[in-house]
């Protein structure tokens, strides 16, 4: 089965201090990785995304992610954070399959950046 | 540029009246539609999803259902509320395979 963890339900963290939102995947064949935003109230917002290619990817806000194969890992960084960046944090996987919703979203962390 | 609305933004209805959430899609074609029910904001559960008018793939079995009349329409109702059925609803769409969903503003129903 396909699945999408994220161990933490809240992160707290400095401003000015990098951050990290950990989530780990479990897929059969190759993981397309998202991760998205959401503020009180709102939808959700796409972040940035993994399909092929350099690991490392870059996405809206000053927010990048490390795609880890071998640890099965697409773990949420920025290196400098800001108050504006408290909020609900999802990822997401995506596989190719059809004839079935192929989207599984992790429970969410809510990250609060302190002044 | 392609925008998703949904409507009413907010809905306060009593146990036992019927629900009608509406969700539409501007700027694509033959999009992929979703509805996610949200709790307590945290996470989303799919309720429903479409890959073509009148085409609905249900994930969730409850008193809601979902129906696709127009290729970018999408709506999500209820012939009578429960107190359960309260929380965020959000409406998505994408264009599958390895594309990111785009999510509406949603609606926050309260039921009472």
């Known amino acids: 089965a396909q699945s999408v963890a994220q161990p933490e339900d809240q992160v707290n963290v400095a401003e000015g201090n990098p951050l990290t939102v950990k989530c780990t995947y479990s897929?059969?064949?190759?993981?397309?990785l998202f991760w998205y935003v959401q503020y009180p109230n709102r939808g959700l917002q796409f972040l940035l995304k993994?399909?092929?290619?350099?690991?490392l990817v870059k996405g809206s806000y000053g927010f990048e992610a490390e795609f880890n194969k071998s640890q099965t890992s697409f773990h949420l960084k920025k290196p400098s954070a800001l108050v504006s960046d408290s909020a609900l944090y999802f990822c997401?996987?995506?596989?190719?399959?059809?004839?079935?919703?192929?989207?599984?979203f992790g429970t969410g962390t809510r990250l609060t950046v302190i002044p | 540029s392609q925008t998703i609305h949904q409507w009413p933004a907010t809905l306060v209805q009593p146990v036992g009246s019927p629900l009608s959430l509406e969700c539409t899609v501007e700027g694509t074609s033959n999009p992929n539609l979703y509805w996610y029910r949200q709790a307590a904001g945290r996470g989303l559960q799919l309720l429903f999803y479409s890959v073509g008018i009148g085409q609905i793939s249900s994930e969730v079995p409850q008193n809601l259902s979902a129906s696709r009349p127009q290729d970018r329409q999408f709506i999500l109702s209820s012939k009578k509320l429960l107190l359960s059925d309260s929380g965020f609803y959000l409406c998505?769409?994408?264009?599958?395979?390895?594309?990111?969903?785009?999510f509406g503003p949603g609606t926050r129903l309260t039921v009472l």
């Open positions: 993994y399909i092929t290619g350099d690991n």
């Open positions: 997401a996987v995506r596989v190719r399959q059809t004839g079935a919703n192929n989207l599984f």
């Open positions: 998505a769409w994408d264009r599958g395979d390895y594309n990111e969903q785009f």
């Open positions: 897929v059969s064949g190759n993981p397309y």
